[in-house]
């Protein structure tokens, strides 16, 4: 059972265009989410969060979007630029007791290309 | 800041040896290191999740007689694949959050090691 859902396994966008990148979860415990991008043969690079008592984030050229009633958030990037092309992962957490840091719980990723 | 970096990036091996793979906080004292494993085209897998000085705590369907996991240090945690078979082929990742940074979500991630079994 797949906690956290990104449906779109690619996406291709104009240079200078925007790109919206949509995650799904259906845990309703989770209560923070985070967006990684990952290079090819790299690990993932944190690129920008939201907790769940906001419903949007905002970091220069990326905005993150939630709706926690419909258990969806989207990750904005306007302009568009070729170095955005990389695979996006959709992170979310949810407390567990007892740690000082919480678990997080991937999706499975959008290839991104941006098109020059 | 916050770079965590693996040993070594590519291993290749002959089945039934045993392979160690090094994640290492270079700039920052990591309270939890996780591993990860990610299969082509699919989503990184939580295998286990390590706090310095304690045992590791494995996902379901993780062997941890088979990938035994070690954090010595607040810097350091070895993931050691051992008898390996060609089905431990995979890319795997570590992962850490910063010791004082309590209650964070945010994991800083090694480049990855991929290894392949022959």
Same mark, same amino acid.
């Given at each position: 059972?797949?906690?956290?859902?990104?449906?779109?396994?690619?996406?291709?966008?104009?240079?200078?265009?925007?790109?919206?990148?949509?995650? !799904?979860?259906?845990?309703?415990?989770? #209560?923070?989410?985070?967006?990684?991008?990952?290079?090819?043969?790299?690990?993932?690079?944190?690129?920008?969060?939201? +907790?769940?008592?906001? #419903?949007?984030?905002? #970091?220069?050229?990326?905005?993150?979007?939630?709706?926690?009633?419909?258990?969806?958030?989207?990750?904005?990037?306007?302009?568009?630029?070729?170095? #955005? +092309?990389?695979?996006?992962?959709?992170?979310?957490?949810?407390?567990? +007791?007892?740690?000082?840091? =919480?678990?997080?719980?991937?999706?499975?990723?959008?290839?991104?290309?941006?098109?020059? | 800041?916050?770079?965590?970096?693996?040993?070594?990036?590519?291993?290749?091996?002959?089945?039934?040896?045993?392979?160690?793979?090094?994640?290492?906080?270079?700039?920052?004292?990591?309270?939890?290191?996780?591993? =990860?494993?990610?299969?082509?085209?699919?989503?990184?897998?939580?295998?286990?999740?390590?706090?310095?000085?304690?045992?590791?705590? =494995?996902?379901?369907?993780?062997?941890?007689?088979?990938?035994?996991?070690?954090?010595?240090?607040?810097?350091?945690?070895?993931?050691?694949?051992?008898?390996?078979?060609?089905? !431990?082929?995979?890319?795997?990742?570590?992962?850490?959050?910063?010791?004082?940074?309590?209650?964070?979500?945010?994991?800083?991630?090694?480049?990855?090691?991929?290894?392949?079994?022959?």
């Amino acid at each position: 059972d797949q906690q956290v859902k990104q449906n779109s396994p690619s996406l291709s966008v104009q240079e200078g265009r925007i790109s919206i990148l949509n995650c !799904d979860y259906t845990n309703s415990m989770f #209560d923070y989410f985070l967006w990684y991008k990952k290079y090819p043969a790299e690990g993932p690079t944190f690129l920008i969060s939201i +907790s769940s008592i906001k #419903d949007k984030n905002e #970091d220069g050229r990326f905005t993150v979007f939630l709706n926690k009633s419909a258990k969806h958030l989207s990750l904005h990037i306007v302009p568009s630029q070729p170095g #955005d +092309s990389a695979v996006y992962f959709c992170a979310a957490s949810a407390r567990i +007791s007892g740690a000082g840091s =919480y678990q997080l719980t991937f999706g499975k990723g959008t290839k991104l290309s941006v098109i020059p | 800041g916050a770079v965590v970096s693996q040993h070594p990036s590519r291993v290749i091996c002959k089945s039934g040896t045993s392979v160690k793979i090094e994640c290492r906080s270079l700039d920052f004292q990591a309270t939890t290191m996780f591993w =990860y494993r990610q299969f082509p085209k699919q989503s990184l897998m939580l295998m286990a999740t390590s706090n310095e000085g304690s045992k590791a705590t =494995y996902e379901q369907g993780v062997e941890k007689d088979k990938f035994l996991i070690n954090h010595a240090s607040l810097t350091l945690s070895t993931l050691t694949v051992t008898s390996a078979h060609p089905e !431990d082929s995979s890319f795997y990742i570590c992962s850490a959050t910063e010791k004082g940074v309590y209650f964070t979500d945010t994991q800083y991630f090694g480049p990855g090691t991929r290894l392949t079994v022959l």
